[in-house]
């Protein structure tokens, strides 16, 4: 596996970037460290819904749309990334109602 703390990005001006699963488009890799949002994601062992917030908030202000203005698809990024938390929350207490019946019998 490679060090992905130390990987170059090849074209710095280029929207996409080498990575470990192929293209990563450069508005998911940060500016100093060079780290990728999916490796963070990975790292920590998020969940589908967390890495997705965790994407969101990343790529917020970077990502541009043809279709919107900047500040329309940052607010865009920000609704999508609280879509995703609502979503965790809401299976994280249908677990917890599943642990709840277990408990109870």
Known sequence: MS???NEVIKDKD????GGDLGLTPSYY???IFKYQASHIIEDFGLSYNIGS???YIL???RKTSKAM???DKQIDDYTKAIAH???EIKRLERVKGYEAK???R
Do not use: E, L, P, Y
């Open 69 to 71: 203005s900047n500040i």
């Open 53 to 55: 917030v965790c994407s």
């Open 3 to 5: 060090n992905w703390k």
């Open 85 to 87: 938390i609502d979503m």
């Open 14 to 17: 280029s929207k996409w970037s």
């Open 29 to 31: 890799i940060g500016s």
């Open 59 to 61: 790529r917020a202000g």
């Open 102 to 104: 277990d408990v109870i």
